[in-house]
């Protein structure tokens, strides 16, 4: 099979087309250059996306002994993940980055690019399982997995999709890319937005969206409590960072509850005024099996590195309602709900969907 390996020039990637062409695949690695201005990549090991990321990226491929491209993917990059993530924080929800670049760009854009050039498949360095059902799991490795990411994908993406990390542990992965002489065997993992140079999301969003002075106001009694320069720049859950003018009566600390652009407002409260026991949410996707028309007792995951909560889910027409069989805390607008089976072999990812509520 004729596949293109996204090589982000981390291990994971690296490893990922190595143990493809193991595979009997006929391999071209692709680097994304994602800048507009690569001057504003940021320098070391931060990021996903740096002019270093690029280099090492072309090395690997060198070791592996396959081709090696780069593909200017900054326009649509700007347009479908950096403008969403500002237009986000904006309308008060607080969005994933990295799951927006997985749906529109590493398996949109460029999964249409790469079978517009004959290639059958896109392989990446995720740590998911895909198997011979078609079905999306968890990887091995829990502590690493990124199928929470990866559960935007559609069925024909996903059939489209080889993810080669799945049933290894970070460990073997950094341990094989040793072996094979890949330099990247030892480089840090990334953690940071790759577009925000200087890891400040706060100013990242205050020079785009400039100063909106506004109120913050304590959920119970209704006073005003402290002041805030944006709004955009809270989310649900967060207690750092609020620079309140007064304690609560009780000493305790509060937590953002709710963001309201449309009065620039910030609300707060104490820790159990954050537990939810319903969410909605939008635009589901359901890969799990055919679309149930009846409610479906699952597992859902509520942030990236959330725990999973038992639930109820049913599917109604473009929305999608999960009942929570215990309340979660800091559910936030923006953020995916995804539905998994439980099982031995590795929790299934049933369907996701945006929430909205």
């Given at each position: 099979m004729r596949v293109l390996a996204a090589m982000s020039g981390g291990v994971d990637s690296a490893v990922a087309a190595a143990r493809a062409v193991a595979a009997g695949h006929d391999v071209t690695g692709v680097h994304l250059a994602l800048a507009r201005n690569p001057q504003t990549y940021r320098t070391g090991a931060r990021g996903c996306c740096t002019l270093e990321d690029s280099r090492d990226a072309r090395r690997a491929a060198d070791v592996i002994g396959i081709p090696f491209y780069v593909w200017d993917m900054a326009d649509r990059f700007h347009e479908d993940v950096v403008d969403d993530f500002v237009a986000e924080y904006a309308a008060g929800r607080t969005p994933n980055p990295?799951?927006?670049?997985?749906?529109?760009?590493?398996?949109?854009?460029?999964?249409?690019?790469?079978?517009?050039?004959?290639?059958?498949?896109?392989?990446?360095?995720?740590?998911?399982?895909?198997?011979?059902?078609?079905?999306?799991?968890?990887?091995?490795?829990?502590?690493?997995?990124?199928?929470?990411?990866?559960?935007?994908?559609?069925?024909?993406?996903?059939?489209?999709?080889?993810?080669?990390?799945?049933?290894s542990t970070k460990a073997q992965v950094r341990a094989e890319a040793a072996e094979r002489g890949l330099a990247v065997a030892d480089k840090p993992d990334s953690h940071d937005i790759c577009f925000i140079a200087d890891g400040d999301t706060r100013g990242f969003l205050a020079g785009r969206l400039g100063e909106a002075p506004g109120d913050v106001v304590d959920a119970s009694t209704g006073a005003v409590v402290g002041s805030h320069t944006g709004a955009y720049a809270y989310t649900v859950g967060q207690r750092r960072g609020l620079h309140l003018d007064r304690p609560a009566p009780d000493g305790r600390p509060r937590y953002v509850l709710s963001i309201t652009p449309k009065t620039n407002t910030v609300t707060v409260g104490p820790a159990e005024a954050l537990e939810v026991s319903r969410v909605r949410a939008t635009r589901p996707v359901w890969t799990g099996g055919p679309r149930p028309d009846a409610p479906v007792e699952c597992e859902v995951q509520l942030r990236a590195h959330g725990d999973v909560v038992p639930a109820t889910v049913v599917l109604d027409g473009d929305a999608l309602h999960a009942e929570l069989r215990r309340p979660a805390r800091g559910v936030a607008a923006g953020q995916a709900v995804v539905a998994y089976r439980p099982d031995p072999a590795g929790d299934v990812v049933l369907g996701s969907a945006t929430i909205s509520g």
């Open positions: 990295c799951l927006r670049c997985n749906e529109k760009i590493k398996f949109a854009a460029v999964l249409d690019r790469a079978v517009a050039l004959g290639f059958d498949a896109v392989v990446t360095g995720h740590h998911a399982r895909l198997g011979s059902d078609g079905l999306l799991r968890r990887s091995v490795d829990v502590a690493k997995d990124q199928s929470y990411v990866l559960a935007v994908l559609t069925r024909e993406q996903l059939d489209r999709s080889i993810f080669p990390l799945g049933d």
